[in-house]
């Protein structure tokens, strides 16, 4: 898992670097998704960023029962990387690690424990009051502000690397509301930027060189 996850950062360190300004660009754009790929011999690592508007219909925290299940089921599908992209079948690829996250949700979870120690206090009850209404406000600000976004991550193993020559986007039919996709693909055979879209979903590798 070590020799994984070392793998993991060098290899988004790689992709990082030569996508760094088209993710300046296009940060956070309803419908867009961010996609990088690093090959290095038989290991494909991936890393997928995407709004929480396309992912769930919304972006702020979950608090109802209803988000949270809608939370939940995408985080059940964004772990399925076979519902959601197909590598060259030829070349034998298959999932060794998947990592999924959602942010935003652990700075709500300390907003709210501050608002619970702020409510400790039984001195000076009006100061109180009008500081929680203030600190209620800033929170519906914040809420109104955060964008929250999906992350996953995928490490595959091929068994014939050599015949590792397109991607093909399934994505699009799991998460309908997105556009486009960002594809940065970097490997042994340079590096490539497409937009890729529900009627362009193949995405052809670097030819090796």
């Keep these: 898992m070590k020799q994984i996850l ?15 300004a088209q993710r300046s660009a296009d940060a956070h754009t309803h419908g867009h998704v961010e996609l990088d790929i690093a090959v290095d011999g038989d290991e494909v690592v991936m890393a997928l960023r995407a709004p929480g508007a396309d992912i769930v219909g919304f972006e702020y925290v979950a608090k109802s029962e209803a988000d949270k299940a ?9 772990e399925d990387p076979a519902r959601l992209l197909a590598l060259t079948e030829a070349a ?20 709210g424990d501050h608002e619970a120690h702020d409510d400790h206090d039984e001195h000076e009850d009006h100061e109180e009051h009008a500081d929680h209404a203030d600190h ?4 519906d600000h914040e809420a109104g502000a955060n964008h929250n976004e999906f992350s996953a991550e995928y490490h595959f ?3 014939t690397p050599a015949a590792l020559d397109q991607l093909e986007l399934t994505y699009f039919d799991v998460f ?10 970097l490997s042994a055979g340079g590096a490539v930027m497409v937009e890729a879209t529900p ?3 193949i995405v052809a590798f670097p030819a090796a060189r």
């Design 70 to 78: 809608a939370v939940a089921g995408a985080v059940e599908q964004l």
């Design 199 to 201: 009627d362009a979903r």
């Design 6 to 20: 070392s793998m993991a950062a060098l290899a988004s360190l790689s992709v990082a670097s030569v996508a760094e």
């Design 176 to 185: 309908s509301r997105t556009e486009e996709i960002a594809v940065t693909v």
């Design 136 to 139: 209620d406000d800033h929170g």
């Design 92 to 111: 034998g690829c298959v999932v060794e690690h998947v990592e999924v996250s959602l942010s935003g949700e652990e700075a709500a979870h300390d907003h």
């Design 157 to 159: 193993h091929c068994d």
